[in-house]
């Protein structure tokens, strides 16, 4: 490691990419990275991770292990005019064997006629690309510039990895760190997978003259607390409302309640999550349980009525109902077979007898002739086809046997029933 002066982070950079930590799955022998080390030659890639975990450093690694120039900019700073500069530098240095590594921090930042600019100096070997970012590539990069690149992912940095930057900050500056077991636990939880603002919380430390070990509540009082990573228009904001609806979905209220808190305490917009709770009551549960939506449309009144924080435990109310409701996608499966079969079935009239007649017209013509009321028919049931005469009745609508739907299923059953000895009579 390298100990002149400079901050901790940077005197603490790997040297070599066996000193990453917590990307073994890239970077040792069997991953990705290792192989192309392994066989001296490097293509494009495209680095996926949160921040601080090592997308830089894997990067100006690489071209060291590999022997390349290593060349990087920041899309946040960077501009058509300097990617000329680039290129233009990488031609240069090409006629004399040279080959560049054109590191391209923040990528996602670049728009798409910028990312395209790429294409041809990738394709000619002038450049190996490799891009970082913190954003979906699938939503934020070209499929073009995707489709010459390999997407690799780095893990958020857990516990264990963690653990070894602080082994090596007291290795480097031959102190440890002023904190009791509990508190450096808690010191490692509030870095949230993130290896360089754990750093720059342990320099702070380090910059305090401190009688004597810090506990929790001391570390809590000396330090700021991390924000959880979370854009509420970027891939967190899908993440945790996918895991919310999964949850909900499989049943587990403790989780639901979790990834509920994450979006809330993170800043999410209540009305957001009100909005997909509705939808879940009526997409994951339906008639198994009508309440379920009667729940949290009440707690978006709720909401509305109260505003945060109060309103927020209304949302939990719903959130725990529909989590613990039995579950039924039959009426949403129903409605994806009956928007089908209205569009290939077009434009075909119903049964004349079903018509209203407003006009004499019409009357003449046979609408509403022979209708059977049904309050008039035994038990209510008169048993008619409602069907057009060029289709075949269909069965769109098929409840469960979990929760009223059962009850539904026996209704439905006798009036099938019903029809079947009517029609026959």
């Given amino acids: 490691?390298?100990?002149?002066?400079?901050?901790?982070?940077?005197?603490?950079?790997?040297?070599?990419l066996a000193d990453v930590v917590g990307q073994d799955h890239l970077t040792g022998p069997n991953g990705a990275i290792g192989r192309m080390v392994a066989a001296g030659k490097l293509s494009s890639i495209i680095l996926w991770g949160p921040p601080g975990t090592g997308k830089t450093t894997i990067a100006r690694l690489l071209a060291d292990a590999v022997g390349m120039r290593f060349e990087p900019i920041s899309a946040v700073f960077s501009g058509v005019a300097d990617l000329k500069k680039v290129f233009a530098a990488a031609k240069e240095h090409a006629r004399t064997g040279q080959r560049t590594l054109l590191f391209v921090d923040e990528i996602h930042r670049f728009n798409r006629a910028q990312q395209d600019s790429f294409l041809p100096f990738v394709e000619d070997g002038t450049?190996?690309?490799?891009?970082?970012?913190?954003?979906?590539?699938?939503?934020?990069?070209?499929?073009?510039?995707?489709?010459?690149?390999?997407?690799?992912?780095?893990?958020?940095?857990?516990?264990?990895?963690?653990?070894?930057?602080?082994?090596?900050?007291?290795?480097?500056?031959?102190?440890?760190?002023?904190?009791?077991?509990?508190?450096?636990?808690?010191l490692i939880a509030s870095a949230d997978g993130d290896g360089r603002f754990l750093l720059n919380q342990v320099e702070t430390l380090y910059s305090v003259d401190l009688p004597e070990p810090l506990d929790p509540a001391g570390l809590s009082a000396l330090l700021h607390r991390r924000v959880a990573v979370y854009d509420k228009d970027r891939?967190?904001?899908?993440?945790?409302?996918?895991?919310l609806h999964k949850s909900l979905r499989g049943s587990d209220p403790q989780a639901a309640l979790y990834y509920l808190a994450r979006m809330l305490t993170a800043g999410e917009e209540p009305l957001y999550v009100l909005r997909r709770?509705?939808?879940?009551?009526?997409?994951?549960?339906?008639?198994?349980?009508?309440?379920?939506?009667?729940?949290?449309?009440?707690?978006?009144?709720?909401?509305?009525?109260?505003?945060?924080?109060?309103?927020?435990?209304?949302?939990?109310q719903a959130c725990l109902y529909c989590a613990t409701a039995p579950k039924s996608n039959a009426a949403y499966m129903a409605m994806k077979s009956a928007w089908k079969s209205a569009r290939d079935t077009g434009?075909?009239?119903?049964?004349?007898?079903?018509?209203?007649?407003?006009?004499?017209?019409?009357?003449?013509?046979?609408?509403?002739?022979?209708?059977?009321?049904?309050?008039?028919?035994?038990?209510?049931?008169?048993?008619?086809?409602?069907?057009?005469?060029?289709?075949?009745?269909?069965?769109?609508?098929?409840?469960?046997?979990?929760?009223?739907?059962?009850?539904?299923?026996?209704?439905i059953a006798h009036w099938n029933r019903l029809r079947q000895e009517r029609g026959q009579a």
Wanted: aromatic share 8%.
């Fill in 347 to 411: 434009s075909l009239m119903p049964p004349q007898n079903i018509l209203n007649a407003p006009t004499r017209l019409m009357k003449q013509v046979g609408y509403g002739k022979g209708y059977e009321y049904d309050h008039d028919a035994v038990e209510g049931f008169s048993g008619a086809d409602y069907w057009p005469a060029e289709m075949e009745p269909q069965t769109f609508y098929a409840p469960g046997d979990r929760g009223f739907e059962a009850r539904l299923a026996e209704r």
């Fill in 1 to 16: 490691m390298e100990t002149d002066g400079g901050p901790l982070a940077d005197r603490l950079r790997p040297r070599t």
């Fill in 277 to 316: 709770l509705v939808r879940f009551a009526s997409e994951d549960i339906g008639l198994a349980d009508p309440q379920a939506l009667v729940q949290c449309l009440a707690a978006k009144d709720s909401y509305d009525f109260l505003g945060s924080p109060e309103g927020e435990l209304a949302i939990v």
């Fill in 235 to 243: 891939e967190g904001h899908y993440n945790l409302i996918s895991a």
């Fill in 127 to 186: 450049v190996t690309l490799v891009g970082a970012t913190t954003e979906n590539p699938s939503f934020e990069l070209n499929a073009a510039l995707l489709s010459r690149a390999q997407v690799l992912i780095l893990r958020r940095l857990d516990a264990a990895a963690l653990e070894q930057l602080l082994d090596r900050a007291e290795a480097l500056t031959e102190r440890p760190l002023p904190l009791d077991a509990a508190a450096r636990e808690a």
